[in-house]
């Protein structure tokens, strides 16, 4: 079903376009959807009969049953809807009956943002740069794994291929999967570049075209659902999850980012050095000053520092550089409308609201600051012993969740960026999940300790 219906020239949705839309399409129900704290997708089903309910702002939530909402004596939230996002589902029609998505903000009771809503945050961080006036752009480049489940539906890590970067089928059975995923994201309006597979076993790639950091934010949690949805009707299973096989590379996330002003690019200076203007490099200098004190937002899970490790293509040097893939931030060739910065370290599980507020923020730190960065380095980082780093002053970044948090706590750019309760609530969910896994004996232990000891 073809499903092509953005208001055009930038226009808004008004509620007599969403119900002649819902009659139109036949949508039975209205998901309102939202994301917690960890990223996660939720939403709430609301049949359609109800859109007037819906669209002025009257559907409630318990808070108090999402995890870093709110407790249970001030749980009354309400979902405001943002009329723009409404999309049929594709993957879910039967029989000619369709359901519809709503991307909402979550208030309090009062009629105010609520803070812990990572929607309304990053909306916060935005109307910061506004100030300033700036808009920040992002591209982002999300890889995942398909894998196989067994005769009875349980995930296996059995790659669905064997196939390598590039490749074509035969070799890469993905083809057909990811031709669906690419149709099925057109049909929600996506703008796709590219599609391919990637360097590991079972890896793919779908790149779509770069948007205002809130629209990204949107599209990358659209995307994560339409993929796990679409694998799912070949009897796949796709996963974000940043190092799902031991000895091969994992995913990840990178983010192409630029600052506008005036709705030009702010990052390109034609006469300025390598073309990149003084924004562009003091936004360089803010990304290299903190993301030691980000990297727990951009890479939140205890399996996300199994992927940032030397000699799988993940970048643990902080560095930056015009083409050199082997440092943290890399500048790709293209200027113009198109100079852009490219941040290598995210992955995939991060909640993409979240990883856009913090990268904001230290860009706008390190303009507001005229942060200097060092001298770009062309050299293959990986090949430098680590008295050569240590010589040109490259540090890396945390090699645990635990140490990332730690630089997370001694920072004010987090709390800057996300608020009091947002840090907080992140705070102790992952200080709970590192504990988890610190005190959980895994299969390596007992294959490696049990007969010798």
């Known amino acids: 079903m073809e499903f092509h219906h953005q208001p055009l020239n930038g226009a808004s949705y008004t509620d007599a376009d ?39 702002n009257e559907i409630m939530l318990d808070g108090s049953s999402i995890k870093g909402f709110r407790n249970i004596e001030t749980s009354d939230m309400f979902f405001y809807p943002d009329k723009n996002t409404f999309q049929i589902l594709p993957w879910q029609e039967h029989e000619g009956k369709n359901s519809a998505r709503l991307i909402c903000d979550i208030y309090n009771s009062d009629g105010t943002p609520f803070e812990g809503c ?4 990053l909306k916060r961080l935005m109307a910061e740069a506004q100030k300033l006036g700036f808009s920040m752009n992002v591209g982002p480049e999300a890889e995942f794994f398909l894998f196989e489940k067994d005769d009875d539906g349980h995930i296996t890590t059995k790659t669905h291929d064997r196939a390598g970067y590039y490749d074509v089928g035969p070799d890469d059975l993905g083809e057909a999967v990811r031709a669906d995923i690419v149709s099925t994201l057109q049909e929600m309006d996506f703008d796709i570049e590219a599609s391919h597979h990637e360097v590991a076993d079972g890896q793919h790639e779908v790149d779509f075209k770069y948007s205002d950091i809130l629209t990204t934010a949107d599209n990358v949690a659209t995307f994560r659902v339409a993929v796990k949805a679409v694998a799912a009707q070949y009897g796949l299973h796709a996963t974000f999850m940043p190092k799902p096989v031991y000895g091969i590379n994992g995913s990840g996330m990178h983010c192409n980012i630029s600052l506008f002003k005036d709705g030009k690019n702010a990052f390109y200076d034609e006469n300025a050095e390598y073309q990149l203007s003084d924004t562009a490099k003091y936004a360089i200098g803010g990304i290299l000053k903190h993301v030691k004190s980000i990297t727990a937002i951009l890479n939140p899970t205890v399996n996300s520092y199994k992927r940032l490790v030397p000699g799988y293509e993940a ?36 909640n993409p609201y979240l990883a856009f507020a913090t990268i904001l923020a230290a860009c706008l730190d390190g303009v507001r600051n005229k942060i200097e960065p060092p001298k770009p380095v062309e050299a293959n ?20 969740l635990k140490e990332a948090l730690y630089y997370m706590d ?44």
């Open 315 to 350: 970048p643990v040097y902080m560095a930056w550089s015009l083409a050199n893939r082997s440092a943290l931030l890399r500048v790709p060739a293209k200027r113009g409308m198109s100079t852009r910065v490219e941040l290598r370290s995210p992955d995939p599980s991060c």
């Open 18 to 56: 969403i119900k002649r839309l819902i009659t139109e399409y036949n949508v039975q129900f209205i998901k309102l959807q939202f994301v917690d704290i960890n990223g996660q997708v939720k939403n709430m089903a609301v049949p359609s009969e109800h859109i007037d309910r819906v669209l002025n």
């Open 381 to 400: 980082i990986y090949k430098l012993s680590d008295k050569e780093r240590k010589k040109m002053r490259i540090e890396s970044l945390p090699g645990s």
């Open 118 to 121: 990572p929607r309304c945050n």
């Open 410 to 453: 001694k920072s004010l750019i987090a709390k800057t960026a996300l608020g009091d309760h947002i840090v907080e609530e992140f705070m102790t969910a992952k200080d709970i999940e590192w504990d988890s896994f610190r005190t959980y004996v895994s299969q390596w232990e007992i294959d490696r300790y049990l007969a010798r000891y």
